[in-house]
C-alpha cells in the first residue's frame, strides 16, 4: 500500500547496506556499510557458518567537491576487492561535481586499509531521455546531486515529468564487473528509484496523491590499456572497437555515444524489443537498474532493467554483447501492473523493483582416476612403452572409513579408471587390493 516515509527518504544510500559479494575460495563475505562507508570482512569459512567476527577497512576520501563519497559497489576478482562508490554533489553541488570512483584492496595486507585508487570518471556526461512521449514532451535522464527532501525535486516537479511520472536521476555505482580482457563493466542505478516507489504517495503526510517514480540508472564500459592504465568508453568506442552506439542523437554517453545502447525501450506498434532500431514515438533511453553480472566466455553481460521487452511497468534481465553493443534477448520477471488506474506498489514498475544479479552455476562433479601401468624400471614414472594393467580391482575409501565406498577395475586397454560423483570437502584414499609382487 502507499504509505509516507519522510525519514526514509533522505537516507537512501546513506544507512543500512550496499553491495556484497563472496571470495573466489567462498570463505569471506565483502559488504559495504553505507552509514560509516566502510568496507566489511566477513569470514564465513567453508562450508559457510554464521561469522562470529568482523573486520572494518576504512575506505579513502577523494576529496568530494560540494558533496560525500557514498560506496556501494563491491567486487571480488583475482585476489583483490574492488570497491565503486560517487561523490553526491549533496551539499549544494552541481552536475559537475558528480564523480564516481574505483578502489582496489588487497586482503591480508599488513595495512588494512590499503585501498588504490583504480580509476575515476565525471558523471556529467550527456545522457538520453529518461521518458519521451512525444517530440515536444520528455524528461532529460541527466544526473543530479543527490538530494534530502521531497521539495528537491524541480524541473520538472513531482508529478510533472513526462506521462506524469516523477523523475529526478541521482547515480549510485551499484555494481561492478570484469570482462576475460580485464576491462571493467559498472552499473548504475537511479536512488530516485528507491526513494520515489511505483503507485506511492510523497513523504508529505498532508499530500493524498499517489507518484509514478521511474529510474534512469546506466551501464558503462571501461577499457583496459595496455600499460594497465583504464579509459572510459569514448562515442560508443572501447579499446578500438566501436559499437552501434556512436554519434547518437540525442547525445547519449561519454562524448556523445553509448557502447551499450541498447539500455532503452520503445513504445511502438510492434514491440519488438530488444532489435537494431532507435528509440522513436514514446519510450525510455536509460532503463538500467543497476545489477549486473558476467560469465567469463559468453561475451555478454546481463543487467537488471525495467521493461526488457514489450510490457511496460515490468522489470527482468537483458543481454548486452560485449562487442556490440547490442540487446539480443532480454527475459521478464514480473509483467506490468496493469496501467495508471490499476498501478500495483508491490512491483515496484519502473522504479528499482530488482537488486542484483547473480550466476548460479551447477557444480564440476569431483573426480578421481588415473592410470595403472608396470613400472618395469620401478622408477615411479609412466614412461614411454610401459604397458598397462588392465582388468585390475581399485577401492575408493573415505579416509578413515571400515569399507569401500565405490569399486572399479581398470580399462582393458588404457588401464585407467576413475571415480565421479565424490563429496566435497572429504578425503578420500585409493586401494588396490590383493595384490602381490
Not at 504509505?3 to 571470495?23: C, E, P, Q, R, W
Not at 510533472?160 to 523523475?167: C, E, H, L, W
Not at 513504445?267 to 553480472?293: C, F, M, R, W
Not at 580399462?411 to 609382487?437: A, K, S
Request: glycine fraction near 12%; charge should be negative.
Amino acid at each position: 500500500m502507499p504509505n509516507h516515509d519522510s525519514t526514509a527518504f533522505g537516507l537512501v544510500g546513506k544507512m543500512s547496506l550496499g553491495d556484497i559479494d563472496i571470495s573466489d575460495d567462498e570463505k569471506t563475505l565483502w559488504v559495504i556499510n553505507t552509514f560509516d562507508k566502510k568496507l566489511y570482512e566477513l569470514p564465513i569459512g567453508s562450508p559457510a557458518t554464521k561469522p562470529t567476527t568482523k573486520i572494518a577497512h576504512t575506505l579513502p576520501d577523494p576529496g568530494c567537491t560540494n558533496g560525500v563519497f557514498r560506496p556501494w559497489a563491491v567486487k571480488f576478482w583475482r585476489g583483490k576487492v574492488y570497491v565503486g562508490g560517487v561523490c553526491t554533489a549533496e551539499n549544494g553541488g552541481t552536475a559537475a561535481n558528480l564523480k564516481a570512483y574505483i578502489y582496489s584492496f588487497t586482503p591480508n595486507d599488513a595495512n588494512p586499509n590499503n585501498f588504490t585508487e583504480v580509476y575515476n570518471f565525471p558523471l556529467n556526461y550527456p545522457r538520453g531521455f529518461a521518458s519521451i512521449s512525444s517530440t515536444t514532451d520528455k524528461t532529460s535522464a541527466n544526473w543530479k546531486p543527490w538530494i534530502a527532501k521531497w521539495s528537491d525535486i524541480t524541473n520538472p516537479a513531482p508529478g510533472a515529468a513526462t506521462y506524469g511520472q516523477t523523475i529526478c536521476p541521482q547515480p549510485i555505482l551499484s555494481d561492478i564487473e570484469f570482462d576475460v580482457d580485464g576491462s571493467i563493466i559498472v552499473g548504475f542505478m537511479d536512488r530516485a528509484g528507491h526513494q520515489l516507489g511505483n503507485a506511492n504517495f510523497s513523504p508529505d503526510p498532508t499530500d493524498s496523491d499517489v507518484y509514478e517514480g521511474t529510474s534512469a540508472g546506466d551501464i558503462l564500459r571501461i577499457g583496459l590499456n595496455a600499460n594497465g592504465t583504464y579509459t572510459l568508453e569514448n562515442n560508443a568506442t572501447v579499446n578500438g572497437v566501436t559499437t552501434g552506439g556512436a554519434n547518437q542523437s540525442p547525445a547519449q554517453g561519454p562524448n556523445g555515444g553509448e557502447f551499450y545502447w541498447q539500455d532503452m525501450y520503445k513504445k511502438s506498434t510492434n514491440k519488438n524489443y530488444p532489435d537494431g532500431t532507435s528509440v522513436g514515438g514514446g519510450g525510455h533511453q536509460e532503463i538500467s537498474l543497476g545489477g549486473l553480472a558476467l560469465l567469463p566466455g559468453k561475451n555478454e553481460v546481463a543487467e537488471t532493467v525495467f521493461d526488457p521487452l514489450d510490457e511496460f511497468r515490468a522489470g527482468g534481465v537483458r543481454w548486452f554483447s560485449n562487442t556490440t553493443g547490442q540487446a539480443p534477448r532480454a527475459y521478464q520477471i514480473f509483467g506490468t501492473d496493469g496501467g495508471a488506474s490499476t498501478q500495483n506498489p508491490a512491483t515496484f514498475g519502473k522504479a528499482n523493483g530488482l537488486g542484483d544479479l547473480e550466476l548460479l552455476c551447477a557444480n564440476q562433479p569431483i573426480e578421481v582416476g588415473n592410470r595403472i601401468w608396470n613400472d618395469l624400471d620401478k622408477d615411479g614414472i609412466q614412461d614411454a612403452g610401459e604397458p598397462s594393467l588392465t582388468g585390475v580391482t581399485v577401492e575408493l575409501w573415505k579416509v578413515g572409513g571400515t569399507s569401500s565406498v565405490a569399486t572399479t577395475t581398470t580399462d582393458n586397454t588404457t588401464g585407467e579408471y576413475y571415480f565421479t560423483g565424490l563429496d566435497p570437502n572429504t578425503d578420500y584414499e585409493i586401494r588396490i587390493p590383493n595384490v602381490n609382487g
